[in-house]
T-cell receptor
């Protein structure tokens, strides 16, 4: 599976938008970009995923660069409950059915 | 979606003993996995739990240390054998569902070996 690079940590003020970047310069054509987050003392949970087009759901938006070598997870209004480690993971749709986790970005939300 | 229950949620064990962790899913799933998360670290895949056959282990993990059972499509166990303090970690059960593909995780079992 291709590798991703994320900042180790980021901070955001409560109720402000947060942009979490992810670089994946070796992404292949069949790699989907998945985002999961791990709240304190919990298992990871799905946030969003996409292939080429930008995606929106009730939790977040995913902006994918035209060359697909980077993406950004956007939380439109950060809340204290959004404090978590966010993992950007590439998964080959034709590959293994598990996820390989990198180090992720620890998001701190400041009240 | 899939809801995963893990037991126990936490345990403190003596070195040299073994602990069996249970994972129950609320629906039948083909793909089930076990991960380890060492303190302050990310998740590492231990093995894929295969129903009706031996688990498939990742590099660095062996069956003698982490025996896995998968008797049916909703249940699996992971045993951490002959424990040492280095085994102190969170162990997580995960399943994958299809169309769309998505992974779900249990809350984890926090193991401390003393």
């Amino acid at each position: 599976d291709a590798k991703t690079t994320q900042p180790n940590s980021m901070e955001s003020n409560e109720e402000e938008p947060v942009h979490l970047p992810c670089n994946h310069s070796t992404i292949s054509g069949t790699d989907y970009i998945h985002w999961y987050r791990q709240l304190p003392s919990q298992g990871p949970e799905y946030v969003i995923h996409g292939l080429t087009s930008n995606v929106n759901n009730r939790m977040a938006s995913l902006a994918i660069a035209e060359d697909r070598k980077s993406s950004t997870l956007i939380l439109h209004r950060a809340t204290l409950r959004d404090a978590a480690v966010y993992y950007c993971i590439l998964r080959d749709e034709a590959g293994a059915n598990n996820l390989f986790f990198g180090t992720g970005t620890r998001l701190t939300v400041i009240p | 979606s899939a809801v995963i229950s893990q037991k126990p949620s936490r345990d403190i064990c003596q070195r040299g003993t073994s602990l069996t962790i249970q994972c129950q899913v609320d629906s039948q799933v083909t793909m089930m996995f076990w991960y380890r998360q060492q303190p302050g670290q990310s998740l590492t895949l231990i093995a894929t739990a295969n129903q009706g056959s031996e688990a498939t282990y990742e590099s660095g993990f062996v069956i003698d240390k982490f025996p896995i059972s998968r008797p049916n499509l909703t249940f699996s166990t992971l045993t951490v054998s002959n424990m040492s303090p280095e085994d102190s970690s969170i162990y997580l059960c995960s399943v994958a569902t299809f169309i769309p593909w998505r992974a779900f995780f249990g809350q984890g079992t926090r193991l401390t070996v003393v």
